[in-house]
């Protein structure tokens, strides 16, 4: 079974606006960790934000922020005020139990900024 | 001061042919990856290794084999190069035992096998 679901091949946004990307997870353990990458059209993997299962609140970094909703097992990452540096994949990304240290990826979402 | 650096950007060869690919970290890392990731931008773990251990995801064929010389470098060596290992191979590294710590990539490898 998939680790990560992403089931937005591509997004779309006006610049200056908030957009959501979807990423659900399934996994077993209390304890796992949840990351976003940003992969743009030049190739290298940025890392964006972390969220820990026993963090009690969203995680933000800048403009980026997680809605974390462990009942459902989703990490929705929202880009606030959308520039066009913000095209690019988005990758989700989770580690299972303390100690593991793969992360595991989803198929990621192409986020186009028009503008 | 590239964190994760590796070479060559490009690598352009034959089928049948013998290569590899370097990877360096000067993050003070003591765990390295190697990532597969395909034409459709699916990101793959071949490889993790750090001093105590080697996993190696069982779907890689054996032509590929990681090797360490030292705590700072992870290398890729692939034999018998195929047409279906074309693809962009990212190294990267992380704190082991530290469920926060991200993965810091390398600016990936595009291997073409013609």
């Known amino acids: 079974a998939q680790k990560i679901t992403q089931t937005q091949p591509g997004m779309f946004v006006q610049e200056k606006e908030a957009v959501t990307l979807d990423c659900t997870y399934d996994?077993?353990?209390?304890?796992?960790?949840l990351f976003w990458y940003k992969q743009p059209s030049s190739g290298e993997m940025i890392f964006l934000i972390y969220?820990?299962?026993?963090?009690?609140q969203n995680a933000t970094e800048g403009r980026y922020s997680l809605n974390f909703q462990k009942a459902r097992k989703s990490a929705n990452l929202v880009i606030s005020a959308s520039q066009l540096g913000d095209s690019a994949m988005y990758f989700c990304?989770?580690?299972?139990?303390?100690?593991?240290?793969?992360?595991?990826f989803g198929t990621g979402t192409r986020l186009t900024v028009i503008p | 001061d590239t964190a994760v650096s590796q070479t060559p950007k490009y690598l352009v060869t034959q089928m049948g042919n013998d290569k590899s690919i370097k990877c360096e970290q000067n993050?003070?890392?003591?765990?390295m990856y190697w990532y597969k990731q395909d034409s459709k931008k699916f990101l793959k773990i071949m490889f993790s290794?750090?001093?105590?251990?080697?996993?190696i995801n069982e779907t890689v064929p054996n032509r590929f084999s990681p090797k360490s010389p030292d705590k700072a470098h992870l290398n890729l060596h692939i034999n018998s190069l195929e047409l279906g290992d074309s693809a962009v191979y990212f190294c990267?590294?992380?704190?082991?035992?530290?469920?926060?710590?991200?993965?810091?990539f390398g600016n990936g490898t595009r291997l073409t096998v013609t």
């Open positions: 969220q820990g299962s026993y963090d009690q």
């Open positions: 290794y750090n001093n105590k251990e080697l996993i």
């Open positions: 993050l003070g890392h003591d765990t």
């Open positions: 990304a989770m580690r299972e139990e303390p100690g593991a240290n793969n992360l595991f």
């Open positions: 990267a590294s992380s704190q082991g035992g530290d469920n926060q710590s991200p993965l810091h």
């Open positions: 996994t077993s353990d209390p304890s796992y960790g």
